[in-house]
Structure formats: C-alpha cells, structure tokens
C-alpha cells in the first residue's frame, strides 16, 4: 500500500498539481551581468548609439578574443534588394570541440548546428545531434536580423561578405576564442555588420549587429534616417507530435519580467501569439537541448507566434528592438549571446544565477526543491564516476535513500501492525455503538492512547519522504545524462521505455520486463504489508500492480529500473522486520 500511495501521489503531483513558476522576476530585481569562460560580459545595453571611429576593441562584442585586434572589413558590398555579389562563398564552417555550425552569408543565419558530444539516436552509426531544422526555408532560419532603413525593408537574406571562409577552434586550449565579421552596403549608404564570436569548450556565443552610414553619405537628409522595426528572428518547424509527448516536451521557453513561461506549440497556436515585456531570454526547448537568445540590457519585447498552415507551419520567436536613429558619424549597436547546446543543469547554473537559464532544465520551480535535485544530481554523478554505469548508479542511489529512510520505513510498518491487531476491537466497537458516530471516536482514541498507537504513523514517514521521492523522479525524468545511456544487455537507453515486443493496442504499448517485475515486486510487497481494509477493498486494491505496470510500460527504463530496485529493497526491509518482530 504504501508504495502504491507514494507512485499515486507521485503522479498526481506531475501531471496535475504541478509546481507553479518561481516567484523571482527581473522586475523584482535588478539585472545583473553574467559572464561566460573566456569571453567578457556584454555591455549594459543591447541598443546603444556610438560614434562610427570608435576602435576597432570598442567595436567587437568581446574584448577577451585570442585573434587580437580586428582586420580591416571585407569589401563591404551588396545591397537591399539582396543580390549575391560575385566571390562571396555561399557560407562559412565553425567547428569547435563541442559543435560544428554552418552560417549563411545570405542573412547570416544558422543552417546547421551539429553536437559532437550527442547523437540523434542510440545506434552505434547515428549521425550527430542537429539542433536547427534542416527543411526551414532561407527567410524562416534562426538568428535572421529584421530591420527597416530609411524607410525600406532590408531583405532578411541580403548577401554578407565574410572576413573569413573557415573557423575550426577544435583541438585549442578551452576558451580560445574566434570572430567572425560579416558586412554588407546598401544602395541607399547604409552599413550593416554582423560580427559573432565563438569560444572553444563553450556552447554560447556571442552577436553583434551595427547599423551605421557609409563615410560617403553626406547632406542633411542623412541625420533622419532611422533603424525601425529591428528584430532578431529564430523559427523551428512545429513538432506538434514531440509536444504532446510526456517524455518530449517540446515548447518555447521564456524568462521575462513575469518569470519564467513554457508555452506548447498548440497553445500558441490556440492563442495566436504570446508577447513577454523585458525578457531576459527566449528559445525553444524539448527533454534535454535548449535553443536560447539573451540579449544584453534587452528593454523590448519578445513575441511568440505561428506562422503558415498544415504541416507547413514554423514557430517564430522575435526579439523586437527599440527604434534608432542613425546619423551622421554614430552607428546603432544590437547585442545577443546565444545558447544552443544541452539542458546540462550545472553548465546552465555556471551561466549565472540572475539569468535562471538553468530552470530550463526543468528540475523544478522551488529553490530548496532545486538545492535536493542538485545533491542527488551530485551523488548519482559521483557513483558513475565509480562504476561507469548509469544504471548501476541508479541502483546504489537508490540503495542509498532506502538506507537513509529505513528507520521511517520501520516506523511505518510497525505502526500499520499495531493498527492491524486492533482492527478487531475496532470492528467490535462499531457494532457497540453503531448509531453514536462520537460515541464511536471517543472510544477509538481511547483504544489507541491505551495502546500507543498513532493512526497516521502508518502513513506519516511515507509522506516525509515524498519530496525525496519526488526529486528523484524529476532527476531521473529529465537528467540529461541518461540520454541513450545504456545498462545491460537490450537496455541500451535509459531514457527511453524498455521494449521487447509491442501490443497493437491504443496506437502501440511498448512491453518490457522490468515493468512487469515492478508490478509482480508489487503484488508481493502489498502481500506483505499489514492492512485495516476489509476484504472487497482489498480486492480492488490487488489490481494496483496491474494497473501500475501498464502505464510504466511508457516511463523511462531508468524511472522503472529506480522503482523496481526500491520495491525490492522494501520487501526485504519488511522480510528483516517481521523475523525480528518489530
């Protein structure tokens, strides 16, 4: 019973009395700096006007960069409507030890982002992980730059010139660090440039866009163009499938004055468009990668919405800037750093504090319940460190917290025992004074005074464990590092439900051992375990394991595997227990 009132609870908590969002807010505080490895934090403001001969230091988003300092520009050429001038390459390679990325000239956007450390799937030959959706169309791409000037819309796939056609940081020293700078001149004199830095052993990097005239633009008229509409754009295809999953929870993520928010792709779509004040960072996210910009002293909006029809449509997330003016001598200064890598708790922590990108994670909203995750988090890392075995990790964690909590354990089943033998007097009670319910109270609180008897110690040490419990259920949920970590044998994920064949029932029910084995640990635990319930509610109460074993058939190996192990624990607690009779 008591297992099963401690999985019940459990379930309910997930998936109905979640916790709600943590309370801080960047309105309730002041934002602060972070800084990342071997790159100098942003500056305070991500729209700033300064004077276009400032250095070429002044001029990079990081000032820490190996390269030292800038080359003169590429030839800056192109214009508005977009026409790729003759010798531009059609893109430029980053590589460092964590990813390999490909960045467009045609808008400077991402068309690929390759994890070298993750793979699409557990097979010995997957290819390795990609975090940007290959069938976006060249205006749909993440990281494409909105921008109005002079009146005139800046086509989002104008033609760059890098100042580089290759950039492989792979096999340097953690921290090296790289740029890259693309520019291009419109017809009507204005300069753009886009200016990224990369740091070896880190998956943020950093963007700089300057808007400014060209030194040969001359007259009054060029003191009133202005930068207008300027948005930093980041699309992914809609995996409507992924969302719905319990175990894939695909959505955007957004950290903004009201805290932080997880929308599903249909309840965007449901409601047309979300739009966040003052957000300190927007992405997309499923079980265990993030997608995420975060803008420097960002004071606009960020605005999520659905774009197109059917299966054609593409989730837009658009950081929308503060408008400019550009005149003569000074320039327009937008700023983002950009993650796109793994949900890995401690790397997003490191990150800082006041950006809460480790809530991504989705550990938790509590910060006590986030300081539990984060030890057991520890420990279970520690006991790989020892066996090189994620799932015998979880087997001696589980040992562990079983060991910690037996005195409770064995309070609880004394208790239940106590009240098992007193179920007769009870039931004798209540044929005495069958019609007098107070009469029936008084008498049973004397009963359990006389004999010492708590009537919620049974119950009372489970509850003091469920927050335990619970932190262990979310590490195991979302921990990264499980992720097609293999056990023994046909376990080779134990991120995913374990499969030996499949029922063709409700769509297909994957069938593995281990859930079977939890409920039959199950049954006998139950079998075990004294009881007050009369015979029919017993009855009823057998069908638990059943009922149990097919919804685990979904959960992760690893979710199983911790359950089974913890079952099993526990009948051998009681088996120690009923020998020496307390």
């Given at each position: ?139 749909k791409s993440p990281l494409l730059l909105g921008l109005n000037l002079g009146g005139k819309a800046l086509s989002p796939t104008v033609s760059y010139a890098p ?23 419109t017809r009507e004199g204005f300069v753009v440039e886009r200016t990224y830095s990369f740091t070896n052993g880190n998956y943020l990097m950093g963007l700089t ?81 993030l997608d995420a910009i975060i803008p420097s002293g960002f004071s606009g909006l960020a605005v999520n919405s659905v774009e197109g029809e059917g299966d054609d ?270």
């Amino acid at each position: 019973m008591a297992v099963a009132l401690s999985l019940a609870v459990l379930l309910i908590w997930q998936l109905v009395f979640k916790p709600a969002p943590a309370p801080h807010s960047p309105e309730s505080q002041p934002q602060q700096k972070y800084s990342k490895p071997g790159i100098q934090a942003a500056p305070p403001a991500s729209v700033t006007t300064q004077t276009a001969q400032a250095t070429p230091q002044e001029a990079n988003p990081t000032t820490e960069l190996t390269s030292g300092k800038l080359e003169p520009l590429p030839a800056v050429t192109g214009e508005i409507s977009g026409n790729k001038p003759a010798g531009i390459p059609a893109s430029v390679e980053v590589e460092t030890d964590l990813y390999k990325c490909v960045i467009s000239t045609d808008g400077g956007y991402l068309k690929s982002f390759l994890l070298k450390k993750f793979k699409e799937t557990a097979a010995k030959n997957s290819p390795l992980k990609e975090l940007i959706s290959r069938d976006l169309p060249p205006n749909k791409s993440p990281l494409l730059l909105g921008l109005n000037l002079g009146g005139k819309a800046l086509s989002p796939t104008v033609s760059y010139a890098p100042d580089a056609m290759k950039i492989d940081l792979s096999g340097k020293p953690a921290g090296a660090s790289q740029y890259l700078r693309m520019a291009l001149k419109t017809r009507e004199g204005f300069v753009v440039e886009r200016t990224y830095s990369f740091t070896n052993g880190n998956y943020l990097m950093g963007l700089t866009v300057k808007v400014s005239e060209s030194p040969d633009v001359t007259g009054e008229a060029s003191s009133r163009r202005v930068s207008e509409n300027a948005s930093l754009n980041w699309f992914t295809r809609m995996d409507e499938k992924k969302s719905k999953s319990r175990f894939g929870t695909f959505a955007t993520v957004v950290y903004a004055a009201k805290g932080f928010s997880k929308e599903s792709p249909s309840k965007i779509r449901k409601n047309g468009q979300f739009t966040y004040p003052q957000p300190v960072w927007t992405g997309f996210a499923d079980g265990y990668f993030l997608d995420a910009i975060i803008p420097s002293g960002f004071s606009g909006l960020a605005v999520n919405s659905v774009e197109g029809e059917g299966d054609d449509q593409i989730i837009a997330q658009r950081l929308e800037f503060q408008d400019g003016v550009v005149a003569p001598g000074q320039q327009q200064v937008y700023r983002a750093d950009v993650y796109i890598g793994p949900k890995e708790f401690d790397r997003l922590k490191a990150m800082g504090e006041e950006l809460n990108l480790y809530r991504s994670a989705e550990y938790g909203y509590l910060e006590e319940y986030l300081r539990l995750v984060t030890v057991l988090v520890f420990i279970l890392k520690l006991f790989n460190r020892l066996v090189h075995n994620w799932g015998l990790s979880i087997i001696l964690l589980t040992v562990l917290v079983k060991v910690i909590f037996f005195p409770l354990t064995r309070s609880s089943f004394k208790q239940m025992k106590a009240m098992q033998a007193l179920q007769p007097r009870i039931k004798e009670l209540q044929e005495k004074y069958k019609n007098d319910r107070a009469k029936i109270n008084e008498e049973m609180m004397a009963l359990y005074r006389l004999h010492k008897v708590n009537p919620l110690g049974g119950c009372l040490p489970m509850l003091l464990q469920l927050p335990v419990l619970y932190a262990l259920y979310r590490t195991l949920y979302v921990s990264i590092e499980l992720r097609y970590a293999p056990f023994v044998g046909w376990i080779n994920d134990l991120s995913s439900p374990e499969r030996i064949f499949t029922l063709p029932v409700f769509g297909g029910v994957d069938v593995g051992i281990m859930p079977i084995l939890m409920a039959v640990s199950m049954y006998v635990q139950q079998k075990m375990t004294p009881t007050t319930m009369d015979p029919a509610q017993a009855k009823m109460f057998m069908m638990m394991p059943l009922m149990f074993a097919f919804i685990s058939f979904g959960f992760p190996s690893g979710l199983v595997l911790y359950w089974l192990v913890s079952n099993l624990l526990t009948i051998a607690q009681q088996y120690v227990i009923n020998r020496r009779g307390t």
